[in-house]
């Protein structure tokens, strides 16, 4: 069973930067594909970035985070960041690491591991 803890999370002013960090605990070889999520109030929850971690590429950004969002792996460490650059308001939200075996996708139901969530509070 992976478990997964996300850290980095706090509250930011518009143009800042955080850098989130999602730590898997568990068997490596049972995650292909890891993603970052966020759900606003009263919003469904919507794909960021996610990696293959298998070989390190991007499988894909948001349109929204594009050039402004990074997610990157450290192997070594079984650890997914998220480098968050030039935030707006409207990134706020809470931030979730999401995991799964298969290949990657866009969606949340793809994924079968979720850590609890980060949150990330942008102010104007």
């Known amino acids: 069973q992976v478990q997964l803890v996300e850290s980095g999370g706090g509250s930011v002013q518009a143009g800042g930067s955080l850098r989130l960090s999602c730590a898997a605990f568990g068997y490596s070889y049972s995650t292909n594909c890891m993603g970052w999520f966020r759900q606003a109030p009263g919003k469904e929850r919507e794909g960021v970035a996610a990696i293959e971690t298998g070989g390190g590429s991007t499988y894909y950004y948001a349109d929204s985070v594009k050039d402004r969002f990074t997610i990157s792996q450290d192997n070594a460490k079984n650890t997914v960041y998220l480098q968050m650059n030039s935030l707006k308001p409207e990134d706020t939200a809470v931030y979730y690491c999401?995991?799964?075996?298969?290949?990657?996708?866009?969606?949340?139901?793809?994924?079968?591991?979720w850590g609890r969530g980060t949150q990330v509070t942008v102010s104007s």
């Open positions: 999401a995991a799964d075996s298969r290949t990657c996708a866009r969606g949340p139901l793809q994924y079968n591991h």
